[in-house]
Each structure stands twice: as structure tokens, then as C-alpha cells.
């Protein structure tokens, strides 16, 4: 079974700082990674994906992640933190092998302070 | 390209009424997913649909179901509704799902309150 853990519910950073959100999978073959942002009252919006190819995978609004096969590990960072950043961050996972559905981790909420 | 659209956003319902949700995906896009979000249990699948059939489902009991129609527009439908329901539900679209790599996109959702 496919599986997500963001070991982290809250990360709190100062504006300009970098920031990391935390994530580490478990499944039986090779995996597609992904990100999601959700706003308040918002949908998941999506930010960056690792398909194949280069292990640092950059996305949208300055975000990248770096996947790490020995960690078991898809960690988001972005180098200088936004008050605009504070949100709740979604890492998912599929399996590439059979019919799985995507799974996601329970979230990490981002709160960065001016 | 109009996003993914859901309707109602809102819905209060009493226990044991059903309910039907709505989903519009984007142009184009075949598959549509729908996911349940709470507090405590955050996103869980509920099932997926692709070119009208079910391809995925998650683990939910009977009372949740869905269908999806030949323009690729969704419904999903809860019956018997429980205090525990209450939740914001989802609904992604992709291409062709996330078994290619496909990422999805989400509309705002449908926020359930069962009273």
C-alpha cells in the first residue's frame, strides 16, 4: 500500500527566511510525486510534480522539491518566504505500477510572519 | 479554459436525507476524482471516473456513489446522510488521470454541513 507522511501540522518561518515543508512516501515501486496549496476556502491547487528526470523539481511561485530515492523523501522549499506563502501544503503520492489512486498526506499549515 | 466548476457550493441537510453533488471538469479532461477533506481525517479518495466508468474507488461505505456522464460532467450522490458526512468535498479533473503522471486540478468545492 502507497502511503504519505507529512511529519510536521504546523511550520512557522519569518518573511525572507527559506522555508521547508516536509514529506516522505512509502510505496512498493517508483513513485509520482506532487504538491498542492489550498487557500482558505479554497480548492488544492497544484504546485509542482516529479515525474522522472532530474531529482530537484522546480514549480510554480518560486517553490521547488528535491525527490531523494534513499530518503524516501519529496521535501518543498522555496528560498525566501512570502506572508502570501502561508497556507496548507498537500504532498500526494501515486504509485507508477497498477491502479492506484493518488493518496495524500494529512497537510502541513505554513504560517509565515512579517 | 474555465476551471473545474461545483455546484452547490453550500448545502445543509438534516440525517437520512440524501444529497447530490455536481461536478463540471475542465474542457477536455476525462477523468474526474472526488475526495472528502476533514480536520481530522484530511483528504481521503473517494472514487474516480473515466469516460463514464468507475476506475478507482476508495474506501467508503455504500452509501457514497457517483457517476459520471458522457460529457465527462460528474455527480456524486450520498444517501442516508450522517452527522459525520459533514465535510468539503472535492472534485479534481485531469487529462487522463493520475495513473500517467497527470496532475489534477480542483474546483472549490462543495462545503455539507448535516445538522
Known amino acids: 500500500a502507497q502511503s504519505v507522511a507529512q511529519p510536521e501540522d504546523q511550520v512557522n518561518v519569518a518573511e525572507g527566511n527559506p522555508l521547508t515543508v516536509k514529506c516522505t512516501y512509502s510505496?512498493?515501486?517508483?513513485?509520482?510525486l506532487f504538491w498542492y496549496v489550498q487557500y482558505p476556502n479554497r480548492g488544492l491547487q497544484f504546485l509542482l510534480k516529479?515525474?522522472?528526470?532530474?531529482?530537484l523539481v522546480k514549480g510554480s511561485y518560486g517553490f521547488e522539491a528535491e525527490f531523494n530515492k534513499s530518503q524516501t523523501s519529496f521535501h518543498l522549499k522555496k528560498p525566501s518566504a512570502l506572508v502570501s506563502d502561508s497556507a496548507l501544503y498537500f504532498c500526494?503520492?501515486?504509485?507508477?505500477?497498477?491502479?492506484?489512486?493518488?493518496?495524500f498526506g494529512k497537510g502541513t499549515r505554513l504560517s509565515v510572519i512579517a | 479554459k474555465a476551471g473545474v466548476t461545483q455546484t452547490p457550493r453550500y448545502l445543509i441537510k438534516t440525517r437520512g436525507q440524501q444529497v447530490t453533488l455536481s461536478c463540471s471538469p475542465i474542457s477536455g479532461h476525462r477523468s474526474v476524482s472526488w475526495y472528502q477533506q476533514t480536520p481530522g481525517q484530511g483528504l481521503q479518495f473517494l472514487f474516480e471516473?473515466?469516460?463514464?466508468?468507475?476506475?478507482n474507488k476508495g474506501n467508503f461505505p455504500g452509501r457514497f456513489s457517483g457517476r459520471q456522464f458522457s460529457n465527462s460532467r460528474s455527480e456524486m450522490n450520498v444517501s442516508t446522510l450522517e452527522l459525520g458526512d459533514s465535510a468539503l468535498y472535492l472534485c479534481?479533473?485531469?487529462?487522463?488521470?493520475?495513473?500517467?503522471?497527470?496532475?489534477?486540478?480542483f474546483g472549490p468545492g462543495t462545503r455539507l454541513t448535516v445538522l
Open positions: 510505496v512498493s515501486g517508483n513513485p509520482y
Open positions: 500526494a503520492v501515486r504509485d507508477r505500477r497498477g491502479n492506484t489512486p493518488l493518496v
Open positions: 479534481a479533473s485531469s487529462f487522463e488521470g493520475t495513473g500517467a503522471g497527470n496532475e489534477q486540478f
Open positions: 471516473y473515466f469516460s463514464e466508468t468507475q476506475r
Open positions: 516529479y515525474i522522472t528526470g532530474d531529482n
